[in-house]
C-alpha cells in the first residue's frame, strides 16, 4: 500500500520560504512514476503547483514558477517543496500525491495546513 | 490554460436519490478526465479516471462519461458517506493538470 506523508512547519513569515518534505512508503520513488504537490486554501478548490520525476526533470505551475523548487531524494524515498517569498495568500493545505502515467492523482498524503502569518 | 467549469457549485439531493454532476473544459481534453471525492478533513479520494473508468475499490454506483468537453459524474442511489465535494480534473494536458472548481453534494 502506497502512503505518502507531509511535514513541515505550519506557520510561516511573509517574505520567508516555505519548506514541506513528502515521505514515500510502499513505494520506491526510483520505479518511476511522477509526484506532485497540490494546495488548496480555506474553503477553495485545488491548485497544481508542479510535479517532479525520479530522474529530477520538474513541471511547474507556470503561475508559481518563479517562486517554487521541488527535489528529490530517492536514497530517502522523499521529495520536497520549496516556495519563496511567501504571502497570505499562500495559506492552504498543502498535498503531496503520487501522478499516475496518464496524468491522474491515485495516491494523497493527508495534507499539512500551512500558515502564512507575522 | 485548460479551464475546467463544475456546474452546479451545490446540489441538494436526499439519500437514495441519483445525483448528476457537470463538468466542461474550455477545450477537449479527449477522455483525459478524472473524478475525485473530498470529505471535510481529508484529502482528495480518485474515483474515476479515463472519463469513465472506476478506480480500485469504487463502489458501483459511482459511474463516469463524456469525452471531448462534456463529463457527466452520476452517483446512481446517494448513500450517507456521499455528501462531499466531488471535483473534476483534465490531465489531457500532460504537464498540467488542472481542477475544476468543485460541486458540493449535500443532503436535501
Known sequence: QVQLQESGPGLVKPSETLSLTCAVSGYSISSGYYWGWIRQPPGKGLEWIGSIYHSGSTYYNPSLKSRVTISVDTSKNQFSLKLSSVTAADTAVYYCARRYSSGYYDYWGQGTLVTVSS | ?108
Open chain 2, 1 to 108: 490554460e485548460i479551464v475546467m467549469t463544475q456546474s452546479p457549485a451545490t446540489l441538494s439531493v436526499s439519500p437514495g436519490e441519483r445525483a448528476t454532476l457537470s463538468c466542461r473544459a474550455s477545450q477537449s481534453v479527449s477522455s483525459n478526465l478524472a473524478w475525485y471525492q473530498q470529505k471535510p478533513g481529508q484529502a482528495p479520494r480518485l474515483l474515476i479516471y479515463g472519463a469513465s473508468t472506476r478506480a480500485t475499490g469504487i463502489p458501483a454506483r459511482f459511474s463516469g462519461s463524456g469525452s471531448g468537453t462534456e463529463f457527466t459524474l452520476t452517483i446512481s442511489s446517494l448513500q450517507s458517506e456521499d455528501f462531499a465535494v466531488y471535483y473534476c480534473q483534465q490531465y489531457n494536458n500532460w504537464l498540467r493538470g488542472t481542477f475544476g472548481q468543485g460541486t458540493k453534494v449535500e443532503i436535501k
